[in-house]
C-alpha cells in the first residue's frame, strides 16, 4: 500500500499567507521541507482522506488524475480539511465526469456544507452519513470513524483504515483522544498510525495535539500492544505558530521513533 501525504499544514500553511514570524521567515528562506500546503493523504490512488483548498495544487503537482478517486473520507468541516466550495468543480457544466461516482464520507456538518455548495447543481457524487464506531464498507476499504476532541460545536471523526488487511489509524485533527476512542483503539493492530502535531510545545493538549501528547500517544500504543511489528507512526498538520521549523520536529521526533511527514512524503506499507 503506498500512502502519499500531499499536504501537511494547518489551516494557515507554511509558510503563511500574510504571516511576517521567523519561523515563516526561514521557511521561505530554506524552502523544501518546510513548505507546506493543508493536509491531506492519498491512498493507493483510490482512497483519499480530506479535500483541503490545496486540492487543485496537489493535482498539479502530484500528476493526481482526481477522477480515479473512488472515496473520500472527511474528519470535519473546518476549511483546510473541508474546502466544500472546490467541490462544484465536478459539477455537471465545470467538468465532463466519468461514470463511476465518487463516495463522499463524513458526519452531518461536512456533508450539509457539500450540499449547500453543490446546491442546484448536477453531480455524481455518493454522500454517505458516518457515525463514531460504525463499521462501514466503502468501495475501497472498511473504515471506521472514531470519536476526536477536536471542536465543541460538531461531532470530529478520526478514522480506522483496515484496506486489504493493512491498517491506518487517521488521527487528525484529533486533540487528546476522548476515553471511548482510547478504549476501541486497545485491541487494534495498526501498521501506520497518523498523528497531528499542531500546537509544538504550547501545554495545551485538547482540540489539538501538542509535542507531548504526540510522545505519550506512541508509549500508550507500544504499551498496550496496538503496533504491529515494523509499524511506522508519522506525525503531519503542523502551524507556524508552533515555532518549528522540519529540522526541530526531526530532532524532537526521530529520538522517539516517529517520523516527520512533509509535503511529498510516500510512505509504503
Ligand atoms: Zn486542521
Ligand atoms: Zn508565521
Ligand atoms: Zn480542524
Known amino acids: ?10 489551516y494557515e500553511g507554511i509558510p503563511s499567507l500574510f504571516c511576517q514570524c521567523s519561523t515563516c521567515h526561514q521557511a521561505r528562506e530554506r524552502g523544501g521541507r518546510n513548505i507546506r500546503t493543508r493536509t ?21 503537482k502530484y500528476g493526481i488524475d482526481m477522477n480515479n478517486v473512488q472515496d473520500l473520507l472527511i474528519t470535519h468541516s473546518h476549511s483546510d480539511h473541508l474546502y466544500a466550495e472546490d467541490m462544484g468543480i ?12 465518487l463516495h463522499v464520507y463524513g458526519h452531518e456538518i461536512p456533508l450539509q456544507r457539500c450540499q ?31 470519536l476526536a476532541d477536536h471542536d465543541p460545536n460538531e461531532t470530529c471523526l478520526l478514522y480506522y483504515i483496515d484496506k486489504e488487511g493493512t491498517t491506518i489509524l487517521y488521527g487528525n485533527d484529533s486533540g ?8 476501541w483503539l486497545k485491541d487494534k493492530q495498526l501498521d501506520l498510525v497518523i498523528l497531528e502535531c499542531t500546537t509544538g510545545h504550547s501545554l495545551n ?5 501538542n509535542v507531548e501528547a504526540v510522545l505519550e500517544t506512541k508509549i500508550w500504543m507500544e504499551d498496550n500492544n496496538v503496533l504491529k ?14 515555532g518549528l521549523l522540519h529540522e526541530d520536529l526531526t530532532e524532537i521526533f526521530t529520538p522517539a521513533g516517529i517520523q516527520v511527514a512533509y509535503d511529498g512524503l510516500v510512505v509504503q506499507l
Open 1 to 10: 500500500m503506498k500512502v502519499h501525504f500531499l499536504g501537511t499544514a494547518a
Open 40 to 60: 491531506s493523504v492519498m491512498i493507493d490512488e483510490v482512497l483519499k482522506v480530506d479535500f483541503p483548498p490545496d486540492t487543485l495544487y496537489h493535482s498539479l
Open 90 to 101: 465536478r459539477a455537471k457544466g465545470y467538468a465532463q465526469f466519468g461514470n463511476s461516482p
Open 116 to 146: 449547500q455548495a453543490l446546491k442546484g447543481l448536477s453531480h455524481n457524487y455518493k454522500f454517505h452519513r458516518v457515525d463514531p464506531f460504525e463499521s462501514i464498507k466503502t468501495q475501497t476499504a472498511t473504515i471506521v470513524p472514531l
Open 176 to 183: 487528546w483522544f476522548p476515553e471511548q476512542t482510547w478504549n
Open 205 to 209: 493538549r485538547n482540540n489539538h495535539m
Open 229 to 242: 511489528p515494523g509499524a511506522q507512526v508519522v506525525v503531519t498538520h503542523f502551524s507556524h505558530n508552533a
